[in-house]
């Protein structure tokens, strides 16, 4: 095998991994340099001539011609005898040079020589994969599923890269096969083993602010800005977002024409309910707004402690709440105040506490009736039997029974 042989048996692997060919070239310069200081100890007599254009490579073994019988260093000195074998006319003190064949290696060295080039290049290729993607942090990428593990999704990019998609970064709903093109935010990028691992993300809030980029062009262009967002995985999202320009209205801006901006974005979230709000330094408002649907008849805040007690009538306090209370939860992280929610209590009408009846009914339902807004006796007689199963989770024995208890007390 000669120079260009070798370096010709790298041309599919050199396109495969997008290794320009002056790169590939100066790798296998230096691999012959390391080959020629195992053989020789030095390469100070040696010139590697690189030609990029054409793809390849020369080795130049540069030599003092002597007197027959004077060579002393066989690596710096050669014999006028043999110097006329290369040239008839030479003389003694006259420098030559010769090209140094590969195959003057030897069969081991050529081996090695390989092995060590496709090291090369094989690391070269992981710290340019991890340099790509430590750049592409907060970006969305595509993938396609290559594999699926209990805990993990193995994805492939365009160029064969090997994403990971961890199962608690995946929305509770997804379900991906073999395959299946996937979209996700890519979280960070870390080195195993001398080889790059690219963690992405479906459930991070950044996912939802690049889906957002990607829809509504005037987020893109900074006209509005996205304040905060929070997320309940597959489940709920809101989203603050602020205009400095009067004329562009934020919210609606994001929603689009029926829906038709945020429909897309809904979609890719497994029909995450997002709710989007004007963003304020009001924390009054904010809060207000933070609990849509939900409309608050009054409120109390703490500012040294960061709590805001909200008060709401009775048809109000599910809808603050939220189904599994993700409606209170995210408000609270969007504001940054712990937020309380209390029913509004008509005057002269009697009520009794839901506690009071810890004696016939099990702490968990309580737990439970508290949980959708219902806090007092006559709030979960109001809200009726299929409600109460519906939203509470109940058995339909377990909610009748709930029921005939609380009347009773009334009837009495």
Known sequence: ??????????????????????????????????????????????????????????????????????????????????????????????????????????????????????????????????????????????????QIWKKEILLLDDEGNELVLPKTEQIPSDYFKKGDTVRAVVTKVDMRNNSPIIFLSRSSPAFLERLFETEVPEIFDGLITIKNIVREPGERAKVAVESYDDRIDPVGACVGMKGSRIHGIVRELRNENIDVINYTSNPTLYISRALSPAKISNMTLDEKTKKADVFLKADQVSLAIGKGG??????????????????????????VDLEEFSDEIEGWIIDQLKAIGCDTARSVIQLGKEELIKRADLEVETAEEIIKILRAEFED
């Open 1 to 146: 095998m000669n120079t260009q042989e070798l370096i010709e048996s790298f041309s599919e692997f050199k396109d495969i991994k997008n290794i320009d060919r002056v790169t590939m070239m100066n790798i296998v310069e230096e691999v012959f340099r390391s080959v020629l200081i195992k053989l020789f100890g030095d390469t100070g007599n040696f010139d590697i001539i690189i030609n990029p254009d054409k793809g390849d490579l020369e080795v130049w073994h540069n030599r003092v011609i002597v007197e027959d019988g004077e060579v002393e260093d066989p690596i710096s000195e050669i014999s006028v005898s043999d110097a006329r074998k290369i040239e008839p006319d030479f003389e003694v003190g006259e420098d030559v040079s010769e090209e140094f064949h590969i195959e003057a290696f030897g069969r081991r060295a050529i081996t090695a020589l390989k092995q060590n080039l496709a090291a090369r290049i094989f690391d070269l290729q992981k710290d340019g994969i991890y340099k790509k993607y430590r750049d592409r942090v907060g970006e969305i990428v595509t993938g396609e599923v290559y």
């Open 326 to 351: 993700h409606n209170i939860k995210l408000a609270s992280r969007l504001t940054g105040y712990e937020i309380d929610v209390y029913r509004e209590t008509d005057a002269g009408v009697d009520d």
